[in-house]
Structures are given as C-alpha cells and as structure tokens.
C-alpha cells in the first residue's frame, strides 16, 4: 500500500501578473480512502491534482509517491509513471469522439500496455451499467458519459485515481451516482481524490480538504 | 492495431478535410505513376528492339554511337565478310510515314540478300511469300502498319521513287517486325540515291563475340564498333536523364501536395489539442503523440498513393492502347519499381508533411491543451 505525499508544493503562473494556485501545500493520501478537495473557482483544485499527477511541475515542493519522487523522472517518464499507478476523469469527460465507448475504454488500457482488452472494457463498462457499448460519445447521456470515462481510468487498475469536477456537467441524480461509483472504487484500497465544488457531495468522501487561495485551510 | 483502427477511425472523422489531401495526393501520384512509365516503357522498348535485331556488334561510322545518316561504303560490308567473323548484314532503313494525314508510321528496312540471316530476329512471314529476288520491286509489310495503312496483298507502296508490291505480311512479332516494310536493300539505295548504308551487323557465333570486337577494332580502326551491350547501355543513359527531369517535374505537384497536407495537419492538431493532451494526462508519452499524428498523415498519404496508383495504372492502360494504334509503339509501361518508388515517395510526403505539426502536438501543454 503506497501513500501519495506532496511537500510544500507551490505553483505559480504569469511572468509579469504573478497568480499563485497552490501555495506551500503539504499533506499525505492513503490507500483505500476518498478525498475531496473543496474550494471556490480559483482556489488551486486543479492546479493541485495536476501537480499531484505529475503533470504540471511544482516552482517549489516535491511529490512522492511510495517511494518515488515524480518529479524526478522526466515529462515522459512521468507519463509511463502516470499510465502505471494513476488515472484521471475529467469535468468535460473528455471521450474521443470519434471511438466508440468501448474503444474510449480500451485506449486506457491501451496507452499503459500497449495492448486492448475489450471483453474486461465490456465488463467494467456493464459494471457502471453501461450495457451497449459500441456506441460514439455523443450518444449516450451526460451521466453515461462520466461512467465511461471512469471505466475508462478504472480499466488500467490504478491505484490513485484524480476525478477533476466529475460531476461539474450533470444534473444532481447523475453527480450522487458519480460520487457513490467513487467512494466504492476508495474502498477497493484505491485513493480517490476528487476536486468538486459541491460541498454536499464532498461530504460523502472519507476526507475532505479546503482549499483557499491556494492553501490548505482545514480538513 | 488498436493505433491504426484509431488513425483510421480519425480520418473517417475528418473525413472531408483528408478528402482534399487524398484527392492531392492521388493527383500527384497519378502524374508520377503516368510520367515514370514512359521512362519504363522506353527502357522496355530499347530492350525488345535490341533484342529484335539479329546482331551482337555493330560497325558504324567513326565516332558515332547510333547512326542516322548512311555515310558507309557498302563494300565495308563485304570487308567485313571477308574476315570470315561470321554472318554479316548491311544495314539501311529509313523512317516512314504513309498517307495525308499520316495513317501509317514505320520503318523501311533493306533485305540484304547477300546475308545467310535475316536482320530482323522475329521475322516470319504470316500472310503471302517472303522476298526471292534482289531485282523485283516487291516489298513484305509488318501486320500493324498493313492494319493501319490498311494494305493487303497486291497493293502497292510508294517509298521515295520508287514503289512496290506488297506480296507478303509478316507473323505479328515483335514491335519493330509488326511496324516494318522491307523491300530489296540494292533497290532501296536506288530508290534513295545512295551508294552508302547505315551500319554492317556481325552475329558471331557466341564463343567468339569477344575475339570478333577485337578483331573488328583492330582491321577496322577508323570505325566505330559497337557491342549491343553498348547501345543498351547508351539508350538506358538517355532514358534514364529523362527519368530524372520527369521525377522533377513530378516533384513539383509532390511538393505542392507536402505544403498542403502540412497545412492540413497543422489545423488539425490545433483542433485536437484536447485530445492530445486528455492522452497525454492518461499516460501517453510525447513519442506515441508523434507517432499518432505521422502515422495519421501517411495513412492519408497511403490512401492517395492507392487511388493515385489505380488512376496511373488506368491511364498508362488506356494510354499505351491508344499509342500503339497511333504509332504502333507501346511507350508506357508499369513495373514494380515505379510502385516501389511512387510508395516510398507517399510515404515520405506524408512524413514531411506532418513531422511539424507532430513534434507541435507533443510538445502541447496538457493543462492550456484542456483549457483549465
């Protein structure tokens, strides 16, 4: 079981208007539990999920996970990194167009082994109730969506796995779903941490983290 | 696979937008295609009329690889005979063109009936006799200039002064044999004015062939001898220098079609910077994000390089029919090499033209990718 540990991280953006996003922050994610990162627009939430998955670089500060300091492999070995051990659902959904829901899933799969799976794509999908999967994105309903984008991040098997809004573009039956699918992944012994503005839906995550100008103000 | 079923299914996608590059690309490997095979055609011809005259060693006049004008004394003939380097022909033709406008285009060669061979290696006779006598004006047609000229048995043809009767018409063989009119060499000269012939062929017998250009140079030193390896090689020279301005001018569309599918590609990658950096924020490295977009473009370039291909061969078809019905001579001619070389020219269009918007796509920012 591997713990996911930022120090100090403190990122900045502009050369001339300075905008600090995340400012000194420093805590420790567990295996098995869910966390959720709160705060209003601006406060660092996405800021801080990409410097947790090593895909911005800290100005300052380190992230370690087990024992491997992200930072200090390259952006391509951070990648590989990335498609070994985390996952990533966006607000948007962010499928391919242009595939299938079923390739959408494989590509996940694909992007860490090189290789598809399309009968565990198929369970995973029909797992998250998703039981036609030879659609394109557009055809299925924003919640429909969402849940194959996490098949899409759950298919690599990942231990960490960061939701960015997942519930941002739907509707309130959609985001308890959303939530419920998971807070259950966390207890697989995953760490989910999920970056939301919705304070009621936070409040079903193991741990919540508030977030203001970049700081970490209370759990 | 899974990265082809991928590229594919993007084209499909943008499907209207990579027409425009395919159909650019067809055109230009069409012209390719259409272009190299007058090269391969020529070489083809070269090779079969070479191989249509019996001869191994030409003696020319001094100087010159191939002859055009008779400057030859027809006694270097008999010379030549008399050093017993084995059967000898003299060698006069002329080119022809029948009728106004002209409907018949061929060559007149002159039967040397002093010779135990036949200058002409495919010559047989198909319809009526062969030529008997040195003295008679009677003359043997090939079956495509009988076809075009529309000539049967009995007619008569018009060369220079003189006329003759056509008594046979020879087996369709080879192009030069089926394109030929041969009448009495001794009357042809007449009928020109000459006391002189083109060139004297030897065939020695082959174990000899070395020994008899020897020999030749040496008794012959103010002529030029020529093996047929000779004149091949020559004729591939030229041929090949019009490879190389044909390659050019195809290059130019080629170009064209690299700046365009540049364009082409830069645009979509500008509309698929979400796209790449989702990818890349899921593990993809910078490496499968270029390799994503280059196999992308020379999908697309393999794609026209297939219809370009198909619409070249079509035309050098259609082309190469019309020819030998115009001029009796087929020009064109597809090969495995011009595959090779309008595949590989595909290949690297489609990687010019997108190695730039591929290392711009791997170097996308994932969070300005995703507009957060």
Known sequence: ?219 | MFLLKVVFLSIKHHLLRFLLAIIGLAISITSLVYLMSFGEGARSLIQKNVRAFNLQILVLPPGQALSAQPILPRQLADSVRALGVGKVYAVLRLPYTGGFPPKAVGVVFGKDFSSSMHFLADYSIGKGRDLTDSTRREAVVGSVMARTAGWKIGDTVFIGTGKYVIVGIAKAGSPIVDNAIIVPLNLLMEDMGTERILAVAVAPPPERSEEVVKLLKKSFPNYSVQTSEDLMRLARSFVAIGDAIRFGLSSIALFVTAVFLFAIMAITVQERRWEFSVLRALGATRWFIFRLVVVQAVAVSLIGWAFGVLLGWGLVEVSGKVMVRVFGLDLLEMSAGILLLSLSVAIVVGFVGSVLPAVSAMRINVREGLGR
């Open chain 1, 1 to 219: 079981m591997k713990v996911l540990k930022a120090e100090g991280l403190k990122k900045v953006y502009g050369k001339k208007v300075k905008t600090v996003a995340v400012d000194g922050f420093s805590y420790e994610f567990m295996p098995g539990k869910s966390y959720a990162v709160v705060g209003p627009s601006g406060s660092g939430k996405t800021t801080l999920l990409y410097l947790l998955a090593g895909i911005e670089v800290p100005d300052v500060g380190r992230v370690i996970y087990g024992d491997i300091a992200l930072f200090s492999m390259g952006d391509d070995g951070r990648a590989r990194f990335r498609a070994d051990h985390f996952a990533f659902v966006f607000q948007q959904f962010y499928l391919i167009p242009y595939l299938s829901a079923l390739d959408n899933v494989s590509m996940g799969l694909y992007l860490k082994t090189g290789k598809t799976d399309p009968k565990r794509a198929r369970e995973i999908l029909k797992t998250l109730g998703i039981t036609d999967p030879s659609k394109k994105p557009y055809e299925y309903s924003g919640g429909e969506q969402q849940r194959i984008a996490i098949a899409r991040a759950l298919i690599t098997d990942p231990e960490v796995i960061f939701a960015d809004e997942p519930t941002g573009n739907l509707d309130s039956k959609n985001s308890a779903t959303i939530f419920k699918v998971l807070t259950g992944i966390a207890v697989e012994g995953r760490t989910v941490i999920v970056a939301t503005h919705d304070l009621d839906l936070a409040s079903t995550c193991d741990v919540v983290l508030h977030l203001k100008d970049g700081r970490l103000v209370n759990t």
